[in-house]
């Protein structure tokens, strides 16, 4: 059984690094990309980007230019980095498990795994 | 960028009801449709996938068809536990980007 278990740094201030990671236990790490998705009562979800084993990455291009996700094969684990947050960055956020890796075609494209979700607000 | 409109925002239904839930699209898109269901506290669980298929372990009273523009959720006789908020979502090939439907809120 696949299962993932985020942690993170939940309280922030305007300008700060949002700091997040997920472990990864169960099924193959290296098959499929790994997702971080946030959800605010404003927005609703929203993908904010993904990433494989050999660490291609692929972004929401409204986070683009702050957001970095990066993946450590040896610990099964990926991390999320968002820079210069604001109150608008308030949400909470999940990690998940994308698609397969090589697989093409319109049944490969969701989200079968999801952590727990984690609390991070902003505010001075 | 592809918008994905869901309605009604609110349905208040009956157990023992069927619904059907509906994810419209601002253009034509694949059939990369997916649809979640969410409780409070819990991340959204996977239903349905490629617009129809079932999700493992999803009771077979949950079904999703589509295509187009215009893609359905279908849950036959309502269940208690059924009664959650459901999400669409499409996955779009170049650039990469998944979108998600703002939610139907299933209500008794």
């Known amino acids: 059984q696949v299962q993932l278990q985020q942690w993170g740094a939940g309280l922030l201030k305007p300008s700060e690094t949002l700091s997040l990671s997920c472990d990864v236990s169960?099924?193959?790490?290296?098959?499929?990309?790994w997702t971080w998705i946030r959800q605010s009562p404003g927005k609703g979800l929203e993908w904010v980007g993904e990433i494989n084993e050999s660490g291609n990455t692929y972004y929401n291009p409204s986070l683009e230019s702050r957001a970095t996700i990066s993946i450590d094969t040896s610990k099964n684990q990926f991390s999320l980095n968002l820079r210069s947050v604001t109150a608008a960055d308030t949400a909470t956020y999940y990690c998940a498990r994308g698609h397969r890796r090589f697989c093409s075609g319109d049944n490969c494209y969701f989200f079968d795994y999801w952590g727990q979700g984690g609390l991070v607000t902003v505010s001075s | 960028e592809i918008a994905l409109t869901q309605s009604p925002a609110t349905l208040s239904v009956s157990p023992g009801e069927g619904v059907t839930l509906s994810c419209r699209a601002s253009?034509?898109?694949?059939?990369?449709v997916a649809w979640y269901q969410q409780k409070p506290g819990q991340p959204p669980r996977l239903l349905i996938y490629g617009a129809s298929t079932r999700a493992s372990d999803i009771p077979a009273r949950f079904s999703g068809s589509g295509s187009g523009t215009d893609f359905t959720l279908t849950i036959n006789s309502l269940q208690s536990e059924d009664f959650a908020i459901y999400y669409c979502?499409?996955?779009?090939?170049?650039?990469?980007?998944?979108?998600f439907g703002q939610g139907t809120n299933l209500e008794i």
């Open positions: 169960g099924g193959s790490f290296t098959s499929h990309y």
């Open positions: 979502q499409h996955y779009n090939n170049w650039p990469p980007m998944y979108t």
């Open positions: 253009q034509s898109v694949s059939s990369s």
